[in-house]
């Protein structure tokens, strides 16, 4: 059972969409892409630093600001599609999306030994 159902509209971003060709986010990115960008990057790190399923609580602060306070959830999120996707919500507001595209990204930490400190 996915954290998304079915019948909600979702953002649904390829993370390469934001990136140069090798890699990067552009210098002239405009200031919500930049913002949007880092946020489902951060979502993307932690979902492939700590390759956990189902749903779970990640250390992002959700992006949404309704009646212009931020809101106070913090973003689950889990691998779905057969680990090709990410979907994230938020359960204080119920923003939530879908990131494709993750793969290769500067966020993308799947593979990499985690540094626990004690190397
Ligand atoms: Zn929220």
């Not at 990115?29 to 990640?58: C, M, N, S, Y």
């Not at 973003?75 to 507001?93: K, L, Q």
């Amino acid at each position: 059972m996915s954290i998304l159902e079915p019948e909600t509209p979702v953002l649904v971003t390829d993370l390469r969409h934001y990136l140069t060709p090798d890699m990067r986010l552009p210098d002239d990115l405009p200031g919500p892409a930049l913002r949007l960008a880092r946020f489902q990057g951060a979502i993307v790190e932690w979902v492939t630093i700590w390759d956990l399923i189902p749903p779970i609580g990640t250390n992002v602060a959700c992006r949404r600001r309704p009646g212009r306070r931020p809101c106070s959830g913090t973003v689950r999120a889990e691998v779905v599609e057969n680990g090709t996707a990410i979907a994230w919500d938020c359960p204080v507001c119920g923003d939530a999306g879908w990131i494709e595209g993750w793969q290769g990204t500067p966020w993308d930490r799947s593979g990499e030994a985690f540094d626990d400190g004690s190397g």
